[in-house]
């Protein structure tokens, strides 16, 4: 059974920081591509960031030079550093996970709140 358990999330204010971890099991995560998505109340999920099984990244416009993605496959976690967070930052975060048979799996979430 496969399953991504996301932690780090809360209250920050604006211009501050905040890492999220994504631990997984029940998956070979070295052969996994891994990714952050998020969604704000009254809004579609969005892609924030991906990483492949290679550590090829790719992040969406708005997060560029304050997010970093990365993964440690020893500890089959991914994680997601967040800097300069912004308001708009504010959404639930969820981990993503796709098999190279193209099989997706998520995580339940973990909230972000960026206010002062």
């Known amino acids: 059974q496969v399953q991504l358990v996301e932690s780090g999330g809360g209250l920050v204010q604006p211009g501050g920081s905040l890492r999220l971890s994504c631990a997984a099991s029940?998956?070979?995560?070295?052969?996994?591509?891994m990714g952050w998505y998020r969604q704000a109340p009254g809004k579609q999920r969005e892609l924030v960031a991906t990483i492949s099984a290679g550590s090829i990244t790719n992040y969406t416009g708005s997060v560029k030079g304050r997010f970093t993605i990365s993964r440690d496959n020893t500890k089959n976690t991914v994680y997601l550093q967040m800097n300069s967070l912004k308001p708009e930052d504010t959404a639930v975060y969820y981990c993503?996970?796709?098999?190279?048979?193209?099989?997706?799996?998520w995580g339940l979430g973990t909230q972000v709140t960026v206010s002062s």
């Open positions: 029940g998956i070979r995560f070295s052969v996994v591509d």
């Open positions: 993503h996970a796709r098999t190279p048979g193209l099989n997706e799996y």
